[in-house]
Nanobody, 121 residues
Framework: QVQLVESGGGLVQPGGSLRLSCAAS????????MGWYAQAPGKGRELVAT???????TYSDSVKGRFTISRDNAKNAAYLQMNSLKPEDTAVYYC???????????????WGRGSQVTVSS
């Protein structure tokens, strides 16, 4: 059974920084893409950033230049460094991993339970 566990959320003032971590555990053969998604109150879940196994990254326009995604393949972990935070960044942040359990298996998408980030003075 695969679990994704996020940590590092909290309350921060505008202009501050937070670092989110995501750890994937279980019988995992390989992880292709890991990503972070944000769901603000009353809105749908939106892409924040992704990183593939080779280190290629994508970012939403709203976080480019402020957020940095990284991963540690040996630890099946991903991170999101969030700088210059704004009140509009307030959301529950979900970790996502596209992975397979067996060498000849298919890739499936897994989600963590989310970590609340609140940016407020």
């Amino acid at each position: 059974q695969v679990q994704l566990v996020e940590s590092g959320g909290g309350l921060v003032q505008p202009g501050g920084s937070l670092r989110l971590s995501c750890a994937a555990s279980g019988s995992i053969f390989s992880i292709n893409v890991m990503g972070w998604y944000a769901q603000a109150p009353g809105k749908g879940r939106e892409l924040v950033a992704t990183i593939d196994v080779g280190g290629s990254t994508t970012y939403s326009d709203s976080v480019k230049g402020r957020f940095t995604i990284s991963r540690d393949n040996a630890k099946n972990a991903a991170y999101l460094q969030m700088n210059s935070l704004k009140p509009e960044d307030t959301a529950v942040y979900y970790c996502n991993a596209v992975l397979k359990l067996y060498r000849r298996g298919d890739y499936y998408s897994y989600w963590g339970r989310g970590s609340q980030v609140t940016v407020s003075s």
